[in-house]
């Protein structure tokens, strides 16, 4: 007998562009909502690392990545339906513009394809800087443009007093407005080259978010938005998060694997980290920065992307932990390094003015450039076999970096889905280093070969 679908009421906020102010829209609207007492999941449509940590910061929860390009549609629907609370709701924060998809001609894995994919009802946040009329001709195009959820508007920076006027113009597009935000330069949150600043860097992030949450109650229509979210289509119960032929060690203790997380080292994907505990991994958490040893007693190592760039001096100023790190690396510990973790193996690593020593794994040094070098979707194919994969496997990942390597790897071919390939990726039979970030989701067979390699070594 099949399971019963459940109610799941969720939104999902989408935008006119990037720039739009979807990010600050969703963590105001999940902060009154959390003030409110309702149980909360939030997720991010793509695979973006720092909008979620805002939703983290707002929740205290993980906030989870949806993307159609990395997985299938069914899956997207089983990690809401395993993340929304029962009697909650789900909120959704859109990528880029609500049609901007993998390419520039296709809405494939936009915010637009998530919401039809998973029965999501959409509201897109607008900013109406210059604007008047033409902003209901523009909500009219999208809303006709295509088969979508897209339902209503929210109006984002403008002031109680011109949000009447908004409200007329979003109107005559057909759509339903849900209110306005206005401006509060208060809570302002400063951008860098990879988009905003990650929320941990943010001393005052909790009266910035309460500000916001101020300014959502008196100016979003939120029993209007829970309203709409309760529309949205039942889902079905979630299938299991690993399939049954993904198996982990058959050990009798938990795997430990050293996760470097602080705020050089902070991008990973939390369905990534739910997939190795599932196969039997302990994430011990260290920090690069201010710890001068690895934990005690561990079996793996895994450095995720971030800003090491930004922190070259108190990463050069631990000698300790480089020499430990390069010693334990060199000498077969399991090590999946990614994007700001793969830097951070270099012999130095230079913000392209000063170079620093690093751990020195990696030949050559990483140089911080002024423009963005490989950007966007990857499918990753193994040339030859190593910790993660036989040659021929393969896995989605997504690479966003201003950095350069004297020596990027050639372990695996990277393809973007316009058919551009590069080789990238150094590839041992205990170590993955390279500028992508992957995602396990796509393959977990690569996660549980991380994870069985590291169960053969003795704790340390």
């Not at 759509?175 to 080259?193: K, M, S, T």
């Not at 991994?281 to 934990?295: G, M, Q, R």
């Amino acid at each position: 007998m099949t399971a019963a679908r459940r109610p799941a009421p969720r939104l999902l906020l989408g935008g006119t562009g990037s720039g739009c102010g979807k990010t600050t829209v969703s963590s105001a609207l999940l902060y009154a909502l959390k003030r409110r007492g309702v149980p909360l999941g939030a997720f991010k449509c793509g695979p973006d690392y720092i909008d979620p940590m805002f939703h983290t910061a707002v929740l205290g929860l993980p906030s989870r990545n949806l993307d159609l390009f990395f997985t299938d549609a069914a899956d997207c629907r089983a990690q809401l339906a395993r993340h929304i609370p029962v009697g909650g709701v789900g909120v959704i924060e859109g990528v880029m513009g609500f049609y901007d998809g993998v390419s520039g001609d296709t809405d494939t894995a936009s915010a637009a394809h998530l919401a039809r994919a998973t029965g999501t009802p959409a509201v897109v946040v607008v900013r109406p800087q210059g604007q008047s009329l033409t902003l209901a001709a523009v909500l009219a195009g999208l809303k006709g443009f295509a088969p979508n959820t897209l339902a209503g508007v929210i109006v984002n920076g403008v002031s109680a007093g011109m949000y009447p006027f908004y409200k007329g113009i979003v109107e005559q597009s057909g759509l339903q407005a849900y209110g306005f935000l206005p401006p509060v330069p208060e809570a302002a949150i400063p951008d860098r080259h990879l988009g905003l600043v990650t929320a941990g860097e943010i001393q005052d992030l909790q009266r910035k978010l309460s500000l916001l949450a101020d300014a959502a109650e008196q100016g979003l229509d939120v029993d209007g938005l829970l309203d709409l979210a309760g529309t949205a289509s039942p889902l079905e119960p979630p299938a299991p998060l690993l399939p049954a032929d993904v198996q982990g060690p058959d050990a009798a203790r938990p795997v430990r694997i050293a996760l470097a997380r602080d705020p050089a080292f902070c991008f990973y994907y939390a369905q990534n980290l739910d997939i190795l505990r599932a196969l039997g991994a302990e994430l011990v958490e260290f920090s690069p920065l201010a710890d001068a040893h690895l934990p005690d007693n561990i079996q793996g190592l895994y450095l995720g992307g971030g800003y090491p760039e930004l922190h070259l001096k108190a990463l050069a100023a631990n000698r300790s932990l480089r020499a430990e790190i390069h010693d334990r690396v060199q000498g077969g510990l399991p090590t999946l390094a990614e994007c700001g973790g793969f830097l951070y193996l270099h012999e130095r690593l230079s913000d392209g003015q000063e170079s620093y020593p690093m751990a020195g794994v990696i030949p050559g040094e990483g140089t911080l450039t002024g423009r963005l070098q490989n950007f966007g979707y990857v499918t990753l194919t193994a040339r030859r076999g190593g910790l993660l994969g036989p040659a021929g496997a393969s896995i989605r990942a997504h690479e966003f970096h201003y950095a350069r390597s004297d020596d990027p790897g050639d372990g695996f071919t990277a393809q973007k889905p316009n058919g551009r390939s590069w080789p990238c990726v150094h590839v041992r039979d205990t170590l993955y280093a390279g500028y992508p970030h992957l995602y396990f989701g796509s393959n977990p067979q690569f996660a549980a070969r991380f994870v069985r390699k590291c169960s053969e070594v003795n704790r340390i």
